[in-house]
T-cell receptor, first 116, second 112 residues
């Protein structure tokens, strides 16, 4: 149980294009989903928190117009990197939280984005 | 406060020896402390967690201890195996929703 998937697992795109990454909780409903980015040999950096049906809350320094997050259902959240540039190349990881007292988060396998 | 100090940053042990990784936090409201294992190119995988009402938890070769007074918690891996080699992250939740604060990671290498 508690499986989270991400699609695609890796993507290469040209500078200026937009890329959409999907995060799905496969066997539970996620009241909250989180998006992280991770640079090589570094820790996870929280980008934004999204609750189903409401606007995402972005961390300081994260451009909400560049990283569009949609959490349309309790099992799906999407992150769209708009007008991607080489500096956006990174490993993007989502997590999903069932909510309630447990405070657990289950992570997806990550998406490697390379912007040429 | 979201500060989480994790030590050591790298750790090499001989197969069969024990490995200990320690994290120190600052927020006294923290109530949930998970540990994640991340292999290269993959997402973090929860390996063990502990809540603030418990001092120690064990699952086969893995154990976690929590000292709320000193505000630190540790991961203990006994009888290490080469497949334990990975990067390990501690995290904690402050209780304000589900937001996690992550440690800086420890790269563990188990030498056969």
């Amino acid at each position: 149980g508690a499986v989270v998937s991400q699609h695609p697992s890796r993507v290469i795109c040209k500078s200026g294009t937009s890329v959409k990454i999907e995060c799905r909780s496969l066997d539970f409903q996620a009241t909250t989903m989180f998006w992280y980015r991770q640079f090589p040999k570094q820790s996870l950096m929280l980008m934004a928190t999204s609750n189903e049906g409401s606007k995402a809350t972005y961390e300081q320094g994260v451009e909400k117009d560049k990283f569009l997050i949609n959490h349309a259902s309790l099992t799906l959240s999407t992150l769209t990197v708009t007008s991607a540039h080489p500096e956006d190349s990174s490993f993007y990881i989502c997590s999903a939280a069932p909510g309630g007292y447990n405070n657990e988060q289950f992570f997806g396998p990550g998406t490697r984005l390379t912007v040429l | 406060g979201e500060n989480v100090e994790q030590h050591p940053s790298t750790l090499s042990v001989q197969e069969g020896d024990s490995a200990v990784i320690k994290c120190t936090y600052s927020d006294s409201a923290s109530n949930y402390f998970p540990w994640y294992k991340q292999e290269l190119g993959k997402g973090p995988q929860l390996i063990i967690d502990i809540r603030s009402n418990v001092g120690e938890k064990k699952d086969q070769r893995i154990a976690v201890t929590l000292n709320k007074t000193a505000k630190h918690f540790s991961l203990h891996i006994t009888e290490t195996q080469p497949e334990d080699s990975a990067v390990y992250f501690c995290a904690y939740s402050s209780g304000n929703g589900n937001q996690f604060y992550f440690g800086t990671g420890t790269s563990l290498t188990v030498i056969p």
